[in-house]
């Protein structure tokens, strides 16, 4: 068996060749592949899963046997990066105005008792 008999979710372009799509997203959790692949499909890229039959049946969850691939038309392969990947800094900002704290105690409340 190959990858391509292990597909699990199709849409109405999943009569290409698999050849004519790219890898946007590799992991190794079934759950996490099937929400990324519905936010694909909520901003209308067509997505396909590309893994192994039965992996999870025979315990294949781990190294190449357990990847799970997120195929989608070179077309979109940069609008997926950029939906998955936003650019976003990857540090804290040097002062702590901005932050609002919250109590869920009144430290005047503890004086009256």
Do not use: C
């Not at 799509?21 to 694909?40: D, F, K, P, Q, S």
């Not at 992996?55 to 799970?68: P, Y």
């Not at 901005?98 to 004086?111: G, V």
């Amino acid at each position: 068996m190959g990858y391509n008999d292990g597909m699990l979710s199709k849409n109405d372009d999943s009569n290409r060749s698999q050849s004519e799509w790219m890898v946007a997203y590799v992991t190794h959790n079934i759950g996490e592949a099937h929400i990324i692949e519905g936010r694909l499909k909520s901003e209308g890229i067509p997505v396909m899963l590309d893994y192994m039959a039965g992996r999870s049946a025979i315990g294949l969850t781990i190294g190449s046997w357990g990847e799970i691939r997120l195929l989608v038309h070179p077309s979109d392969y940069d609008d997926v990066q950029a939906l998955l990947f936003p650019d976003e800094p990857n540090e804290l900002p040097d002062t702590t105005d901005d932050i609002i704290y919250h109590w869920d105690d009144d430290p005047s409340d503890d004086d009256e008792e």
